[in-house]
């Protein structure tokens, strides 16, 4: 036999768990409704993707080499002094690294849908096909022809949204919302931007998340997230970020608006039958940070890696267990990650007393290098057990201050 499978969705998690299974000779099936797509998200991706996925250097908008952390009080702090020189973070447009990587899929074998899913049915054994019901675009976007595929197996790559997760009763997740307005600066108000980018936090722009000020091509995204679902909040809070930065955005042009939600944790059911969840559908989003990026692009890796795996190479259906261990490899590998940004968030995010401790320790450069290490190498821990014990006292020396150990209600 020859495996059949289908990926909904062409973002980062779609395209890179495409490429691999097409990479292997399996015959894949990837879907996108809106090509030039330009999902609202800060842009940010570690040195380690740039590796990872091989991205060439034009996709790289800027190589953000300095980070402003900016308190509630408006204290600022100045990291990026303990990176190399080599060592950046990488800034881009969505509708450019999503369309680089999903050119690439199809250069690979991969077969591009323009379509949207309606609905996915689902089969009565374990080894009938799902039917796959959509509708295919023309060149121009406009609606086409209502169409089916057959396929084995299944990805859902469709983000928070994912109709392929209701198709299987996944279940539900809390979800914040992403909020930012593009930006183009005056020539001198970029220049500022031209390898710096700033995060602010405090209660005018989000009450547990931060806000953001991230440099693009020829243009900054100003944003801000929450899990206050309320278009009255978000205006209100993106208000303050405007507010907090207006300084540096004055002259500045509103090109675009855009919003999105973001789960906040992964989905219930992540794996069922043969279908898997990857990226934004699984709930791979990181706490704290609010990372998207790496880890969907990685998980749509890993998930298509066992399928390569357990088919064989495309000669054997794999049944729910074979897919399944994506989900346990995923969870050994970065299990620790999500519960200590989690805990992060829940520590630091709660008030702004606790944002100042937060913005005070992140001056310390011990501190500085394990969060910029945990962000362009995934290392949640310094191989240095000393260092781990003088972080540890030096965080609880700022919660102490900042009076962020009391507890706070619902908490």
């Not at 009763?169 to 001198?188: C, H, S, T, V, W």
């Not at 108000?189 to 602010?200: G, H, I, V």
Request: proline residues 5%; contains cysteine; hydrophobic residues 40%.
């Amino acid at each position: 036999m020859s495996l059949r499978v289908a990926v909904v969705g062409g973002g980062p998690a779609g395209s890179s768990a495409a490429e691999t299974l097409a990479k292997a000779g399996i015959e894949t099936y990837l879907f996108e409704r809106k090509l030039d797509n330009a999902k609202p998200c800060g842009g940010a991706i570690p040195l380690c993707m740039v590796d990872e996925f091989d991205l060439p250097p034009e996709i790289i908008d800027r190589r953000v080499r300095k980070m402003k952390m900016i308190s509630p009080s408006n204290i600022e702090v100045n990291i990026g002094s303990t990176l190399k020189d080599d060592e950046y973070i990488g800034m881009c447009r969505r509708e450019v690294l999503d369309g680089f990587l999903r050119d690439r899929a199809v250069k690979r074998g991969a077969h591009l849908i323009n379509g949207t899913l309606h609905t996915l049915e689902l089969p009565n054994t374990s080894t009938e096909p799902y039917t796959l019901h959509y509708t295919a675009h023309t060149e121009d976007g406009l609606v086409g022809e209502s169409k089916s595929l057959q396929v084995d197996v299944v990805i859902g790559a469709d983000g928070a949204n994912s109709r392929v997760a209701k198709a299987i009763k996944a279940g539900d997740y809390n979800y914040a919302i992403a909020f930012q307005e593009r930006i183009r600066l005056p020539q001198d108000k970029m220049a500022y931007y031209e390898e710096l980018a700033e995060m602010y936090v405090g209660d005018d722009v989000s009450p547990d998340f931060y806000a953001w000020v991230f440099p693009k091509y020829d243009h900054v995204a100003v944003g801000t997230g929450t899990m206050r679902v309320n278009q009255a909040k978000i205006k209100q809070l993106q208000a303050g970020i405007r507010a907090r930065a207006a300084k540096r955005l004055e002259g500045g042009e509103i090109i675009k608006v855009e919003a999105h939600p973001i789960p906040e944790h992964p989905r219930p059911r992540r794996v069922v039958g043969r279908v898997a969840l990857v990226g934004d559908a699984a709930g791979t989003v990181t706490k704290s940070s609010g990372e998207g990026i790496y880890f969907a692009a990685k998980s749509g890796r890993m998930c298509a890696e066992a399928i390569v795996e357990f088919s064989k190479a495309g000669q054997r259906i794999p049944t729910e267990d074979d897919l399944k261990v994506y989900i346990k490899r995923w969870d050994r590998k970065y299990g620790t990650t999500y519960l200590v940004l989690d805990l992060l968030q829940r520590v630091f995010y709660r008030t702004d007393a606790t944002r100042e401790a937060f913005v005070e320790m992140c001056a310390d450069m011990d501190v500085q290098k394990l969060t910029f290490d945990s962000y362009l190498y995934k290392t949640v821990v310094p191989s240095n057990p000393f260092v781990q014990m003088k972080i540890t006292a030096k965080t609880l020396g700022s919660l102490i201050r900042g009076n962020a150990l009391a507890p706070t209600r619902g908490w």
